[in-house]
């Protein structure tokens, strides 16, 4: 696995050339405006939140965005689409063996992990029970009740033979094994039964799904801002030691700052930048199979 390095400063920012033609609907015009995208792109070095300065607020331009990451969403599903199970598997376990050495992995507390898609997405089981195994406090999503909200909030899970939501005995199967699923057929918990509910300060180490990612931390979602809220709600500012700072309390009473690891599978890996808005987060790690790029000093 290659190790590259890119600081705080190779961030970037993405304006949208004024120049670009209008935009059509079938397919050859679709490829003319993501190579017009691409062509067009002025780099900017940013920090992790982009100055007023910097934010796309022309609607053209937003709207142009906004279609190139349909146009890159559509390409990478087809792509990951086309991974056999056997192929997902090695990749995934390539990629959790990667997370796993990581000192930030190993000085975490606790750990946001999702529950995977049943295809076309690197496999959540193993690393789910290992990170329990590891004797770290585990937070898994579950959204809200009004999908049109796109709302979503963590739940801790206990151990990896908890019988949180089921009678799971065997402790080979994942926790989540008697969860019902959710309209994307991903295992979620029960809704009658409480649990604890990740706080700012929570969570040391968020591993976050996506589409895509580049090597400057950028990251292509499904398209409805999941994690782009959960993340903002999880680092408002908090006081500790009497200073106010975007950094959070952890349980043990340090100070810490949520740490965001990308995850993803080989055709997740994009050689261009991806497109960016104001409010789309940047990750701290990315990690492919064959390759990980640590975007900011941790």
């Known amino acids: ?13 993405f304006t949208i050339s004024k120049q670009n033609h209008p935009i059509h609907y079938h397919r050859q015009k679709q490829q003319l405006l993501l190579d017009q995208l691409k062509t067009n792109q002025l780099y900017k070095t940013s920090s992790r939140t982009m100055s007023s300065s910097q934010t796309l ?24 689409n086309n991974l056999s199970q056997e192929q997902i598997s090695l990749q995934s376990n390539q990629v959790w063996q990667s997370l796993y050495k990581l000192p930030q992995y190993q000085s ?46 963590m739940i801790k899970v ?35 039964i409480e649990y604890e509910l990740a706080q700012p300060g929570s969570i040391d180490l968020l591993i976050v799904p996506g589409l895509a990612f580049d090597r400057f931390g950028g990251r292509l979602g499904q398209g409805k801002g999941y994690y782009d809220r959960f993340i903002e709600k999880m680092k ?32 997740s890996c994009i050689d261009d930048s991806i497109p960016r808005l104001g ?14 790029f640590m975007v900011k000093e941790t």
């Open 1 to 13: 696995m290659t190790l590259r390095h890119f600081t705080k400063a190779a961030t970037i920012a």
């Open 57 to 80: 607020d022309n609607n053209n331009d937003l709207s142009q965005i906004r279609k190139a990451k349909q146009i890159l969403r559509k390409e990478v599903r087809s792509k990951l």
């Open 108 to 153: 975490a507390k606790s750990v946001g992990l999702f529950l995977s898609m049943p295809k076309g997405e690197i496999c959540t089981e193993v690393p789910s029970q290992q990170v329990l195994k590891d004797g770290k406090d585990l937070y898994v999503p579950r959204v809200g009740l009004d999908f049109e909200q796109c709302d979503m909030d």
């Open 158 to 192: 206990s151990t990896p033979t908890s019988t949180i939501g089921g009678n799971n005995k065997n402790a080979s199967s994942p926790f989540y094994k008697d969860w019902p699923k959710n309209k994307w057929n991903i295992p979620e918990a029960p809704r009658d």
């Open 236 to 267: 408002k500012k908090v006081e500790f030691d009497g200073i106010t700072d975007t950094a959070t309390t952890s349980s043990t009473g340090s100070s810490t700052k949520l740490l965001l690891v990308a995850v993803g599978l080989e055709p």
């Open 279 to 292: 409010h789309d987060e940047i990750m701290d790690i990315v990690i492919f199979p064959e390759t990980m």
